[in-house]
């Protein structure tokens, strides 16, 4: 039998890049599904069912990523990712964007935390 494989780039849209809540939904999207599903920036390449994998991609606003699958519904779980990826993660019906939120308790920080990620931008 042979296995499905499906790929899709995509671009990381929403200003606060894959933060927790946006990991967490690919994490419980992907584990759901038969098919084995990796995040791919760069030279890493992580399990799209692990939440802190997913953040420590470091992937930021405007970073592409391709999404790999493979196995029984591959290009359905893609075609579903996608859409969350061009949808901001459907941050816009939350409200506010984390940037928002996170200025409201902290005002004066910004969205990305301290703590350098492997391979993070520079700051300009």
């Given at each position: 039998?042979t296995q499905t ?77 996608s859409a969350l ?32 990620c492997e391979g ?5």
């Open positions: 039998m494989r499906a790929t899709r780039t995509v671009t990381v849209v929403n200003p606060g890049g894959l933060h927790l809540r946006a990991a967490s939904l690919i994490a419980e999207l992907t584990g759901r599904v038969p098919a084995k599903v990796e995040l791919i920036k760069g030279n890493k390449r992580v399990d799209a069912t692990d939440v802190l994998q997913i953040v420590l991609l470091c992937a930021f606003e405007g970073d592409q990523l391709l999404l790999e699958a493979t196995g029984q519904h591959a290009d359905a779980v893609l075609e579903t990712l990826f061009a949808n901001s993660f459907d941050e816009d019906k939350l409200g506010t964007s984390r940037q928002g939120r996170q200025a409201e308790h902290n005002p004066g920080e910004t969205s990305r935390s301290d703590a350098p993070d931008r520079p700051s300009a």
